[in-house]
């Protein structure tokens, strides 16, 4: 069946760092998107990517697809205190699928 | 997010109890999910609905059940016949023209006592 794989699962940086997370789907997706959970809290969406190749930047954040559809990367440049969450993929072929995060933690 | 409550925030439950979980949204969504997520794990689809009186099985729907009597609400019943029912429950609600985007509740972290 379908699977979304992340990686990695916990992440630590140095406050200033850069942060890459990874999805990799076993099928060609329609679209993924991209969400945060802040400790405590629920998925907030940041983003939605369709076409084969695309990337998207929001501020510190690029996002991109990859040219098969079936990966994708989250990357955020020079990290802040307010990145600290766990980020999710959900790759979306017939149904909804989450990766199972990349948990943030930034050190001071 | 803006337009989807689950209530309770905090619900106990006691052996052999059922015990029901309210989402409602007023964002005319046509689809209404309900996920689990434990520790330091993700999100897993219990069960979802597309249009009203309907709704399918996810991954994870043994000892769960649902109804989809109005488009605003899908509540879920974790039934006594879910073992390991402590988790925090998430409810979501997607525009289906628009595709993608799911907005989710604050939800609801089920305790057993």
């Known amino acids: 069946g379908q699977q979304v794989m992340q990686i990695p699962q916990y992440q630590h940086v140095q406050e200033g760092e850069d942060f890459t997370t990874y999805c990799n789907s076993s099928?060609?997706?329609?679209?993924i998107q991209w969400y945060k959970q802040r400790p405590g809290g629920h998925p907030v969406f940041l983003i939605q990517?369709?076409?084969?190749?695309e990337v998207k930047k929001q501020k510190r954040l690029t996002f991109q697809f990859g040219e098969a559809k079936k990966n994708s990367s989250l990357h955020i440049t020079a990290t802040q205190t307010t990145d600290v969450g766990t980020y999710f993929c959900?790759?979306?072929?017939?149904?909804?699928?989450f990766g199972k995060g990349t948990r943030l933690h930034i050190l001071p | 997010d803006g337009g989807i409550t689950q209530s309770p925030k905090y619900l106990f439950r006691k052996e052999g109890q059922n015990v029901t979980l309210s989402c409602e949204q007023n964002?005319?969504?046509?689809?209404m999910y309900w996920y689990r997520q434990d520790p330091g794990q993700g999100l897993r689809l219990i069960y979802y609905?597309?249009?009203?009186?309907?709704?399918q099985k996810g991954d994870i729907a043994e000892g769960y059940s649902v109804s989809r009597e109005k488009k605003e609400s899908f509540p879920l019943t974790v039934t006594s016949a879910q073992k390991n029912p402590t988790a925090f429950y998430l409810c979501?609600?997607?525009?289906?023209?628009?595709?993608?985007?799911?907005?989710f509740g604050p939800g609801t972290r089920l305790l057993v006592l």
């Open positions: 979501a609600s997607r525009n289906l023209l628009r595709s993608g985007t799911q907005y």
């Open positions: 099928t060609t997706l329609s679209n």
């Open positions: 990517l369709v076409k084969s190749g």
């Open positions: 959900a790759g979306e072929d017939d149904k909804i699928i």
């Open positions: 964002l005319n969504h046509d689809a």
């Open positions: 609905s597309q249009i009203v009186n309907d709704f």
